[in-house]
């Protein structure tokens, strides 16, 4: 599998990596996150991210991973952890570190992100902006002193906000969530800029939209639910319109759009069975998406460049919108779970 530079880190990471939500008792548990993790190396995969936030994932990750005889490049974070949570806490925020490390079952993090360091009234970590500082930096010397941590990173879902913490200078990675694939772009406008600007690896999560962009909704779309804008659901239905004439399933075309992008290093997977896993990666090898598809993507994205004011920040095509379904999908995305 294709390898990219991931900024300054000089890392060489696989351009698809494994994303933890799901190698963990949400999805198969160990036994599956098992076989995925060794058909992963076998297909060229080195990396791995995970948090503390999303379930068991750390803790089923390093089971799944004793053993197994390859060099692996492993993403966690700090934030949720431990209970009640507070970013200002230098202890609390070291023996977080510390049990991921025991958890993970290694001696070092490759890179430690900060989770959601863009939602301020949700994890407070900083006490200044100009300049960016917090005790969390302090830490994060110590623990590269100490050989604990290689490098640092942030986790976000915002786009202005992530975009003036990248301009810190301070961080070696960041991971853009729901704000960058075949239908959102506002990432691209000034977050991916700004890290490229810094010589920091991007990591993009969310290319399949949580999945709401790999699967089709037609009938859902065209009845036009009541949180479903009218120019959105008439971009969607243009996007299904392509992924009809192209002949591409949607998988393919939003892996592929992701990595027609030479800017972004890594695309997270967050698969939940090996086969989700092997259909990913022949995605992928067939390579960057041709220019015209391209030009039409940008075409499509183009209707809506901006979210409208009342849309789920994951469009729940295929969910209750009232129901248990949302509701859970909410409290997924307050925890970080992308």
């Known amino acids: ?114 989770h959601e360091p863009d939602r301020p009234q949700q994890y407070p970590w900083w006490t200044s902006y100009d300049p960016l500082d917090g005790p969390v930096f302090a830490l994060m010397d110590e623990l590269k002193t100490a050989g604990k941590i290689r490098f640092t990173g942030l986790a976000g879902t915002t786009v202005t906000e992530m975009t003036s913490l990248v301009q810190s200078n301070r961080f070696d990675v960041v991971l853009t969530a729901f704000n960058y694939n075949v239908l959102f772009r506002e990432a691209r406008q000034t977050l991916i800029p700004s890290a490229i600007q810094q010589d920091m690896g991007v990591v993009l999560g969310s290319a399949l939209g949580q999945g709401f962009l790999s699967r089709r909704a037609d009938a859902e779309v065209s009845e036009q639910p009541i949180w479903l804008a009218t120019t959105r659901q008439q971009q969607l239905l243009a996007y299904y319109d392509l992924l009809d004439e192209s002949g591409i399933t949607a998988v393919e ?50 209707r809506v460049p901006t979210r409208p004011y009342e849309e789920p920040m994951i469009l729940p095509l295929g969910k209750k919108y009232y129901g248990p ?14």
Do not use: W
Not at 270 to 291: D, F, M, N, Y
């Open 1 to 114: 599998m294709q390898t990219r530079r991931l900024g300054r880190t000089d890392l060489n990471v696989s351009v698809l990596s494994i994303g933890g939500l799901y190698t963990s008792s949400l999805a198969g548990g160990v036994a599956e996150t098992r076989r995925i993790m060794q058909r992963a190396v076998e297909l060229g995969i080195n990396a791995i991210d995970t948090a503390p936030a999303y379930a068991d994932s750390e803790k089923t990750i390093g089971q799944a991973i004793a053993g197994l005889d390859a060099p692996l490049i492993v993403t966690t974070k700090l934030g949720g952890r431990p209970q009640p949570f507070d970013p200002q806490n230098v202890g609390d925020l070291r023996e977080s570190v510390e049990e991921s490390l025991r958890l993970l079952g290694r001696d070092h993090i490759d890179i430690l992100m900060i």
């Open 253 to 302: 075309m939003c892996l592929r759009f992701a990595i027609s992008d030479p800017d972004v290093s890594t695309i997270p997977l967050g698969c939940k069975t090996l086969e989700h896993l092997e259909a990913s990666v022949a995605a992928i090898e067939k390579g960057p998406l041709p220019q015209d598809i391209l030009n039409r993507l940008e075409e499509i994205a183009a």
């Open 325 to 338: 379904g949302i509701a859970n999908m909410g409290a997924a995305v307050q925890v970080g779970k992308f």
